[in-house]
């Protein structure tokens, strides 16, 4: 199993700027893939980011040009620096890992970290 432990979320207001971070332990030989997720109140979990072990990255629609996903393949971690932050981003931000980015997620969630972004 993978264990999944996400840092960085607070209160920031618009136009500001986070930086996320997850740290995967457990059986890590099975990652090629790491992400993040965000879950806002009322609405399904969506991909935000995603990145595989060689740098290709994937980003919604919604992120692109604002957030860069990267990772560091020796610490088994994966960030999430987010700028010009919007109130619309404000959610639970997950991470998870996979063979590949379409067979994401493999791993039992972990507990998130809470992003807030003020008006």
């Known amino acids: 199993q993978v264990q999944l432990v996400e840092s960085g979320g607070g209160l920031v207001q618009a136009g500001g700027s986070l930086r996320l971070s997850c740290a995967a332990s457990?059986?890590?030989?099975?990652?090629?893939?790491m992400g993040w997720y965000r879950q806002a109140p009322g609405k399904q979990r969506e991909l935000v980011a995603a990145i595989t072990s060689g740098g290709i990255t994937n980003y919604a629609d919604s992120v692109k040009g604002r957030f860069t996903i990267s990772r560091d393949n020796d610490k088994n971690t994966v960030y999430l620096q987010m700028n010009s932050l919007k109130p619309e981003d404000t959610a639970v931000y997950y991470c998870?890992?996979?063979?590949?980015?379409?067979?994401?997620?493999?791993?039992?969630w972990g507990q998130g970290t809470q992003v807030t972004v003020s008006s």
């Open positions: 998870n890992v996979g063979p590949s980015i379409l067979t994401m997620p493999f791993a039992s």
């Open positions: 457990g059986s890590i030989f099975s990652i090629n893939a």
